[in-house]
């Protein structure tokens, strides 16, 4: 039997190895972690993270192939296949090469700078004691609150190995663990660098592609056109970002072209474009939006007018939904601004607990890595900010509602009833784009949105 173990217990390493449990039930798959809480609720009732589909998977395969554990250093040793799924990869680099007694295939799954993988492969050659390491570049491209989705269906699996006999044999080794669900052609394999900058580069791509639509469609507030209406142009827009590209391979370019959220079209690498219209027009897009004076964080600054000791009701701070994942989450920032005006904000999330929101608003920006050296919330900040487990409660009295992440129990909710136990004008300001405008329209609310004018 294969035995795989997994190196951290997180949002990457416990869904992943979960699934791939389902599907090889003659793989022993081991998920380890240094965090005894964490690795105690993923032997619970009660998983550490939420995750459509997850518990279901978890129940088939738990106790029989699938064991989370806390004994770091025996797993490591028994594993053919180690995969690191951290944000320290090379101190758990350092950890394999010295608890290790056999040959092995180390599977670097994190998100990491590239060359990495070149540095793993000095500190295990280096402390190997003959033992044969083949370092894998195998990028997750799960994104959370639909990872059993992508780990079921990925639009493609990518393997980077060294180009030597031995390199290839691991790449295949992993290419056949993928191969029990996911069609062949789908699984990509590349060098070591290849893979990891594809998956930096995707990333990169979306972000990009995001940032397009949100400059999009405060341009759109500015003058009145519809974010709806000028979708296809955004599109194009986002398609002609092409110049980082210059320096990639056709197959980096394969690689990123594969996700279907990004399309394989536009990804061919010039000297840079050229013609008669792209710089033009984008230089005529970066005037308008120089004239309208766009400020940075518009959804704070343009909402309610004053916000000072009003009663706002927030609806949803995980980063986006079906998560409780709150890192980096924009609820943060527009909570911090509406604090910093005064605002009393009593928020509502399905999955995020009051102590986590208190953390995340008590913190500076960077702090999260470390949550043990935080300085307490001020008592001014405590007393502004409620916690309730029930939307109706949260916007009980409130002056206005944002809806900040993109929850679908927020389209079903009551809306007259809400809108009934509001203070008069009522205003709702959407974040995300889901409510029906119209709808609340009729009720009587003061409706605001992304890419609408205000
Ligand atoms: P996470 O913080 O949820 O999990 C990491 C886990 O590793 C933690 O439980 C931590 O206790 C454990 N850990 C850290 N050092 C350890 C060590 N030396 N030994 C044993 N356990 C250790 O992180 P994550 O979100 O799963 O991300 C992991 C990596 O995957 C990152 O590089 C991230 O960029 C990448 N990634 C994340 C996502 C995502 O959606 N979250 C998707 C794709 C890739
Ligand atoms: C993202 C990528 O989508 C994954 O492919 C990648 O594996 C992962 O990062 C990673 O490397 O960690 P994730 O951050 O979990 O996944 O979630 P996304 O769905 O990408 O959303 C990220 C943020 O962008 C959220 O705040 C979401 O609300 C926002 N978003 C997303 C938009 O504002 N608009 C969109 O159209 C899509």
Redesign the pocket.
Known sequence: MVKICC????????PTMAVIALKCPHIEVAV????VP?INAWNSDQLP?YEPGLDEVVKQCRGKNLFFSTE?DKHVREADIVFV?????E??AR?IADVSVSDKIVVE????PVKTAEAIEKILTHNSKGIKFQILSN??????GT?IKDLFNPDRVLIGGRETPEGFKAVQTLKEVYAHWVPEDQIITTNLWSAELS?LAANAFFAQRISSVNAMSALCEATGADVTQVGSHLLMLCRLCVKPLAQMSRKWAYAVGTDSRLGSKFLNSSVEFGGSCFQKDILNLVYICECNGLPENRFVSSMFNTVSNKKIAVLGFAFKKDTG?TRETPAIDVCKGLLGDRARLSIYDPQVTEDQIQRDLSMNKFEWEHPLHLQPMSPTTVKQVSVSWDAYEATKDAHGICILTEWDEFKNLDYKRIFDNMQKPAFVFDGRNIMDFEKLREIGFIVYSIGEPL
Do not use: C, H, Q
């Open positions: 190196i951290g217990a997180g949002y990457v390493g416990g380890v972690d240094i965090s964490r993270i770091v799924s951290v944000n320290t990869t101190s758990a950890m799954k994190s998100t990491v990028p997750e491209f799960l994104a959370e990872a998956k994942d």
